[in-house]
């Protein structure tokens, strides 16, 4: 033990000048132990009385739980937003890589979501469930609830980026990406686009990610293979004033479906339908963790 060490030095210096201290030979350096084992002795009840005296005063309290994964993601969607009105900036690569691995540890439970919301739906007569998490200039939350068989047609998100994740059950994404102008009307209005395949896949079981950009997957439809839910981001959201309406599509007729594009990627005509399709929808209760901080 160094300060025994330390205690019974410095004790034998003191008595190594003090003959008339009738210790016997080799009395010195007993008598120094003693002398340390003492010191030692009370310093050991001094702490101990200093740490009971600590925890007397300051009592055992449990550690702060994490916060969740949602208001994690939320956290960092209420900083982008204030940064992005703050210095005028937008989304780009660093949000989209961020969001996406934020949404990569979400789960049905962060939302309090269950297969049951769906046979809730289906109780309503409906097939597809909207529930709106939040919604302001920026961007726009929100839960989609699909029964078996639903479908949200082909449409677009004009100048912006979806960002998705499956909650529960089966959902096949099919996705084109523009590669032409669009070809005009009088008026100057599109009547469609042609396009090329860029994603046919089926997500699920298990809570998987997805990603729509500007442009690459921009044109694309969703239908449950079972029931499903799935959460979104989409920035900005859409704006009629803004230039960024929805607008759904068809695949062109038999005769102009198709044609070749460069590369040899076969090329798909996309039809502008000239009235929204009956989504035979309903809304759906949000129950899950609120996201605070911003308004429309």
């Known amino acids: ?17 003090c003959p008339e201290s009738q210790v016997a030979a080799g009395g010195a350096r007993a008598a120094a132990v003693d002398i340390a084992d003492m010191a030692v002795d009370h310093s050991r009840r001094a702490l101990a009385a200093a740490a009971h005296t600590f925890l007397v005063a300051s009592p055992e309290r449990p550690l702060a739980p994490s916060p969740s994964p949602v208001k994690v993601l939320f956290h960092f969607l209420r900083a982008s937003v204030n940064d992005w009105r703050t210095r005028g900036g937008s989304p780009d690569a660093a949000f989209g890589g961020k969001a996406a691995q934020l949404l990569g540890r979400l789960g049905p439970a962060d939302f309090a979501v269950s297969p049951n919301d769906a046979a809730c739906v289906s109780a309503q007569g409906a097939s597809l469930g909207f529930a709106q998490v939040h919604s302001n200039p920026e961007l726009s939350l929100c839960i989609f609830v699909l029964c078996k068989g639903a479908r949200i047609p082909l449409h677009d998100h004009p100048s912006m980026q979806v960002f998705g994740r499956t909650l529960f059950g089966r959902m096949r994404l099919t996705s084109y990406t523009p590669e032409k102008d669009t070809d005009g009307k009088a008026g100057g209005e599109a009547s469609g686009c042609w396009a090329s395949l860029y994603q046919d896949e089926i997500l699920g079981p298990k809570p998987t990610s997805f ?7 921009n044109l694309h439809e969703l239908y449950a293979v079972e029931d499903t839910a799935f959460f979104d981001i989409t920035t900005p959201p859409y704006s009629d004033a803004g230039g960024r309406p929805c607008s759904y599509f068809t695949q062109g007729s038999a005769g102009e479906a198709t044609q070749p594009g460069g590369g040899g990627v076969e090329l798909r005509h996309m039809r502008r339908c000239s009235k929204t399709p009956d989504l035979n929808a309903c809304l759906v209760e949000y129950r899950g963790p609120q996201f605070r901080g911003h308004r429309g």
């Open 1 to 17: 033990n160094p300060t025994r060490l330390a205690l019974t030095a410095g004790a034998q210096t003191l008595l190594a000048p």
């Open 211 to 217: 990603e729509l950009g500007p442009r690459v997957g």
